[in-house]
C-alpha cells in the first residue's frame, strides 16, 4: 500500500483490505479530477494528466505478473509521470475502490443523511489544515482533533 503524507484515516483499514482482488496489478479510487487551482500547497505548479490523483493512494498486488516489471531500478530511472498514471498498466489491469477510500477535500462530496460517503481517509490535496492558508478547510476539525491526541499522548510518553 502507498499512501501520501497528506492523508487522514477515519475508519480501520482493514475494511481497505478486505477490497484487494487479485485480479489487478494495483487498485484505486479512480477518480475524474480536474484541479481548479493553478498552483499546489507548496507553490509548485498544478498539472492536469490522465489518472489524476489515482497513485495517491494505491493497493499494489506484488504478486500480479505487470508489476513484476517494478524493480528498485525501473523506479528510480523512470519519470514521474510513468509512475502516476500506472503507464506499465492497461485499465482492465487497475482495479477500483470507493471513493471514501481517497475523500478529495474541496472535490468529493458528503451526501446528507447518506453514510456511504463520509470519507474513511480523507485527502487534503490542494492544502491541509497544517497550513495558515487552509486551516478552515473542510474536515480541519478531525485533523486538529488528532493532532490534539497525538500531542496529548506524547506528553504522556514523554513524562
Not at 484541479?35 to 489518472?51: C, I, L, N
Not at 485499465?91 to 474513511?120: C, M, Y
Amino acid at each position: 500500500m502507498f499512501v501520501d503524507c497528506d492523508f487522514l484515516y477515519t475508519d480501520d483499514i482493514a475494511d481497505l483490505v478486505a477490497l484487494l482482488d487479485d485480479r489487478y496489478a494495483v487498485m484505486c479510487v479512480q477518480h475524474e479530477y480536474a484541479p481548479k487551482e493553478a498552483t499546489k500547497m507548496d507553490g509548485a505548479v498544478q498539472t492536469v494528466y490522465p489518472r489524476k490523483n489515482w497513485s495517491s493512494m494505491v493497493l499494489y498486488n506484488c504478486a500480479h505478473p505487470k508489476n513484476k516489471i517494478l524493480t528498485p531500478e525501473l523506479v528510480s530511472s523512470q519519470t514521474g509521470a510513468f509512475l502516476h498514471r500506472f503507464a506499465w498498466l492497461e485499465d482492465d489491469e487497475i482495479g477500483s475502490v470507493p471513493f471514501v477510500w481517497n475523500f478529495l477535500v474541496g472535490h468529493n462530496r458528503v451526501e446528507e443523511n447518506d453514510p456511504n460517503t463520509f470519507p474513511k481517509a480523507i485527502h487534503y490535496t490542494s492544502g491541509g489544515p497544517w497550513f495558515e492558508r487552509y486551516k478552515d478547510c473542510e474536515f480541519a476539525d478531525l485533523w486538529q482533533k488528532q493532532l490534539k491526541e497525538w500531542k496529548k499522548e506524547k506528553t504522556l510518553g514523554d513524562s
